[in-house]
C-alpha cells in the first residue's frame, strides 16, 4: 500500500469520527410528535402519567387492558344469571389525541355504562358510534395562539390554566341537555366552549374531554397545570379502573418492516439463513485474496533436437560406427523401458519376446540382432549399412511409438 492512499485513509477516519463527535454533542430538536404513547418520554407522551397513574387515583384499583375492549368486557359479562350483567364493576379510561377504539369496542363500553359503570374519554375527536348513541356533536374552532381552560364548578378549582403548545379547538357544540352536565370550559380571546362534559347513558355515565394533552408528559411536567389534570381526574367515582393506553393493545405486533417475513416461521427461518450466509460470504471475503499466479511455461524437451544436431554432426563426418552404435544404445533402451525387456542377451529368447510385446514380424527382429552382432563385432561400416541398420531399427520402433500413442 502507497504513502498517499495510507494518507487518505487516515483523514477519512479522522473526518468520520468527527462527523460522528460533534453529531453526538449537538443539541437534538425536541419531536413534537403526539405519540400518546405510554413507554413515550416526548412531550406528547403519556409516560409519566402511566408512572404516577396510581397517584392519580389513590385506593382505587388500577387494571391495564392489553386486549381490546370488547374482548376485555365481554369476558366479564355473565350469561348464567337472569340480570345478565357483568361481573366488575368500574370505570373504563383511555386518553389519545383521536379515538382509537373499533366500533365493536365502543359498542361493548356503550353496554357496560348502561349497566352502572363509568367511562372516561379525553380525545379530541370521538368515534360516530358514540357520537350518535350519546346525542352530542363535536367540532373544531380556530384560535390564534393559547386557550385557558377552567372548571363550571367554581368549588372544584377556581384557577384557569393557560394551555398554548399542542391543544386543539375542539369542543361539544351540540348535546342533550336533559341528560348532559357541562363540567369545564375552555376559552379563547372571543369566546367560551364546552370542552368537559358528564352523559348519562342508562344506569352510569360518560365523561368527556376534548383537550388530552392536558394528561401528557409536557403539561403534568410544566408548572401547576398537572393541578388541571388532578381535578379532571377526580370526577371520576370511586371504584376500579380498566385504563386502556394507547398502542397497549398492538405492543405485540412487531413494527418492523420485516414482521410479515417474521411471522412466518418458513419466511423467517429463509431470512436467518440468508443472513448467516451473507455474514460468513462477507467474512470469508474480506481476507486479502492471493495474488494472480503468472503462467510458468515448463521448458522445452531439446533431446530429441540435441540428437538430430549431434546425428548431423557425426553424419557429415562420415563416423558411422558411432551413429550405428548410438541408434542400437537407443533401440535396446526403448525396449527396457518400455517393455521390461532384458537386453544383455540377443539371443532366441529376446527375439521372442520383443516378438510378443511389440507384434513385429519375428523375421524383421532377426534382421536387427543380426545387424547389432555384426556391428558390435566388426567396428566396420558404411554409409549403406547406416542405413540399412536404421531402417530396421525405425520399422520396430514405430511399432512401440504407436503403441505409446495408445
Known amino acids: 500500500m502507497s504513502r498517499t492512499i495510507k494518507i487518505y485513509i487516515v483523514f477519512l477516519v479522522a473526518m468520520m469520527a468527527l462527523i460522528v463527535v460533534v453529531d453526538a454533542n449537538r443539541p437534538r430538536p425536541i419531536n413534537w410528535m403526539p405519540s400518546f404513547d405510554v413507554k413515550s418520554k416526548i412531550p406528547f407522551g403519556l409516560k409519566v402519567f402511566q408512572e404516577e397513574k396510581n397517584n392519580f387515583f389513590k385506593g382505587d384499583s388500577v387494571t391495564e387492558i392489553k386486549v381490546t375492549p370488547y374482548e376485555f368486557f365481554d369476558a366479564y359479562y355473565d350469561f348464567d344469571t337472569l340480570v345478565n350483567?357483568?361481573?366488575?364493576k368500574g370505570t373504563f379510561l383511555a386518553i389519545d389525541n383521536y379515538d382509537n377504539i373499533d366500533e365493536s369496542s365502543a359498542e361493548e363500553i356503550l353496554y357496560f355504562v348502561s349497566h352502572g359503570n363509568n367511562a372516561f374519554l379525553s380525545m379530541s375527536d370521538f368515534s360516530n358510534k358514540l357520537v350518535d348513541s350519546l346525542g352530542i356533536e363535536v367540532q373544531n374552532h380556530y384560535f390564534d395562539d393559547r386557550i385557558e381552560?377552567?372548571?363550571a364548578n367554581k368549588k372544584v378549582?377556581?384557577?384557569?390554566?393557560?394551555?398554548?403548545?399542542?391543544?386543539?379547538?375542539?369542543?361539544?357544540s351540540s348535546f342533550d341537555t336533559l341528560k348532559t352536565t357541562v363540567l369545564g370550559y375552555h376559552k379563547t380571546k372571543d369566546s367560551t366552549y364546552a370542552n368537559?362534559?358528564?352523559v348519562n347513558h342508562g344506569n352510569g355515565n360518560f365523561y368527556l374531554h376534548t383537550q388530552p394533552f392536558a394528561f401528557t408528559n409536557y403539561y403534568l411536567l410544566k408548572d401547576r397545570n398537572y393541578q388541571y389534570a388532578e381535578k379532571v381526574l377526580s370526577y371520576i367515582p370511586k371504584g376500579n379502573i380498566y385504563w386502556y393506553p394507547n398502542k397497549?393493545?398492538?405492543?405485540?405486533?412487531?413494527?418492523s418492516p420485516m414482521r410479515f417475513i417474521l411471522s412466518n416461521e418458513g419466511l423467517k427461518w429463509a431470512w436467518y439463513v440468508f443472513l448467516i450466509g451473507m455474514i460468513i460470504f462477507m467474512i470469508f471475503n474480506a481476507k486479502r485474496?492471493?495474488?494472480?499466479?503468472?503462467?510458468?511455461?515448463p521448458l522445452e524437451?531439446?533431446?530429441v533436437d540435441f540428437t538430430k544436431t549431434i546425428g548431423n554432426l557425426y553424419f557429415q563426418e562420415g563416423n558411422h560406427d558411432t551413429i550405428m552404435e548410438k541408434k542400437i544404445i537407443f533401440f535396446l533402451e526403448k525396449l527396457r523401458q518400455d517393455y521390461l525387456i532384458d537386453t544383455q542377451k540377443l539371443d532366441d529368447d529376446f527375439i521372442k519376446k520383443v516378438h510378443q510385446k511389440t507384434g513385429k514380424d519375428i523375421a524383421l527382429i532377426e534382421k536387427a540382432v543380426m545387424l547389432i552382432k555384426r556391428q558390435r563385432k566388426t567396428f566396420k561400416s558404411t554409409e549403406n549399412d547406416?542405413?540399412?541398420l536404421n531402417s530396421v531399427l525405425e520399422k520396430i520402433l514405430d511399432v512401440n511409438n504407436n503403441r505409446t500413442r495408445m
Do not use: A
Open 85 to 88: 350483567t357483568y361481573t366488575i
Open 248 to 255: 397497549t393493545y398492538n405492543s405485540s405486533v412487531s413494527d
Open 301 to 303: 524437451n531439446t533431446t
Open 157 to 172: 378549582d377556581d384557577k384557569e390554566y393557560q394551555m398554548k403548545m399542542g391543544v386543539s379547538g375542539y369542543h361539544f
Open 196 to 198: 368537559f362534559i358528564k
Open 386 to 388: 547406416l542405413i540399412e
Open 289 to 297: 485474496k492471493q495474488r494472480i499466479i503468472p503462467i510458468v511455461k
Open 149 to 151: 381552560t377552567y372548571f
